[in-house]
DNA sequence: TATTGACCTAGAGCACGCTCTAGGATGTTC
DNA sequence: GAACATCCTAGAGCGTGCTCTAGGTCAATA
């Protein structure tokens, strides 16, 4: 499937806003927006590809200056596909380091969850507190 | 192990600066600090293992907003068990969708690094392009 | 041709979560 | 008793990532 649009089509293709485009694009990170004759923007297929994966790495934690280095590393072509990979694969080791804070913090909740479950079964707070709130 | 200490001393023990816990206690998510004779703040065992949770939650993405209710809730005794399990059975819903999202993006980027990998070996551009960047 | 809606630029404003400054009090050490 | 670290309050400032306003242009529709 192929895409031309102008911005509002193309905000809800990527799920952003429309100022958020172009807050984006003054960001350096949408590429090569081309115009039409009335001076709107233009985009393609391949500028919702690159903005559906930027928002996949946005959602992970990627930041602005991150996302920024690796459109600007894609305009360049072939030369810079080390650079990108480097840069994916620390992003993927900080995306590895989430998984694990996030499954501690849902395995603290479940002994806090059975923390109250027990102090409401026995009515009286339970010694032993580990992590308290 | 039992806690009896300042601010400073606390503020290594809980990993924050000592600016970010006088804060954290203006926005109302350490609760019930005493004072010794000069009117500094004395910290208790329970304020580490406390904050040591809401640590925890915080970096798993809870807002300033719910540790305040969390901790607002705490200091009201068994009442509010209920409340306080509801909130993060809420917070645990969230670390699921996250560890999701953040599962989808490390497919994204192996794809991508696949991707990048096969267009440096034929040193061409591969056509099924998904996602790009 | 008048209206309407989508678009344009430039720049201000905002919510969040800190982070730091200024000016001063306290308390331990030499 | 003087120096120095650590603490205090009140409040300003900041980095990030949007979000919105003002004032105007363009083009399709009635």
Redesign the pocket.
């Given at each position: 499937m192929s895409v031309r649009?102008?911005?509002?089509?193309?905000?809800q293709l990527v799920d952003?806003?429309?100022?958020?485009?172009?807050?984006?694009e003054a960001q350096g990170l949408i590429p090569a927006v081309g115009?039409?004759?009335?001076?709107?923007?233009v985009y393609e297929t391949e500028h919702v590809e690159h903005l559906l994966f930027l928002e996949r790495m946005?959602r992970t934690?990627?930041?602005?200056?991150e996302m920024r280095r690796l459109t600007e590393l894609s305009v360049q072509g072939w030369r810079t596909l080390e650079a990108r990979k480097s840069l994916l694969k620390d992003h993927r080791a900080a995306i590895e380091a989430q998984i694990a804070d996030l499954k501690a913090a849902a395995h603290d909740i479940d002994a806090k969850v059975a923390f109250y479950d027990e102090w409401a079964r026995n009515k009286r707070r339970p010694r032993p507190e580990r992590g308290s709130a």
């Open positions: 649009c102008h911005i509002g089509r193309f905000a952003r806003s429309v100022h958020t485009i172009r807050w984006y115009r039409d004759a009335g001076g709107r923007r946005r934690g990627m930041s602005v200056a």
